[in-house]
């Protein structure tokens, strides 16, 4: 059983570390400080959101409308970060 709440644990983690990858491309990208026609950056870009696409989407048909600003992210990191605090309280209390 703790196996098994490690390895969901390790997944939600990687998953957060790509939220976070494609805030940062995305703010480069906003910022110019790297031109959205850099080829590998962009590939990178695509590949992440493909993968966090299918998780985010939920999340935004229930999230209102707030124009420019995309709080998916967040609440997906906030939602995973509940999720290890709770398997990992699971895992002590089977101890």
Same mark, same amino acid.
């Given at each position: 059983m703790l196996a098994l709440i490690n390895i969901v644990a390790m997944i939600a983690n990687?998953?957060?570390f790509l939220v #976070?990858?494609?805030f940062v491309i995305g703010l480069l990208f906003a %910022?110019?400080?790297?031109s959205p026609s850099?080829? %590998?950056l962009m590939?990178?870009?695509r590949s992440i959101n +493909? =993968? =966090?696409d299918p998780v985010l989407r939920p999340i935004r048909k229930i999230l209102p409308d707030t124009g420019a #600003?995309? %709080? +998916?992210p967040i609440v997906l990191i906030l939602a995973l970060n509940? =999720?290890?605090f709770i398997l990992s309280d699971v895992a002590t209390a089977s101890l």
């Open positions: 990687a998953i957060i #976070i990858i494609q %910022f110019n400080v790297v850099n080829q %590998f590939q990178v870009y +493909s =993968l =966090l #600003i995309d %709080f +998916s509940a =999720l290890i």
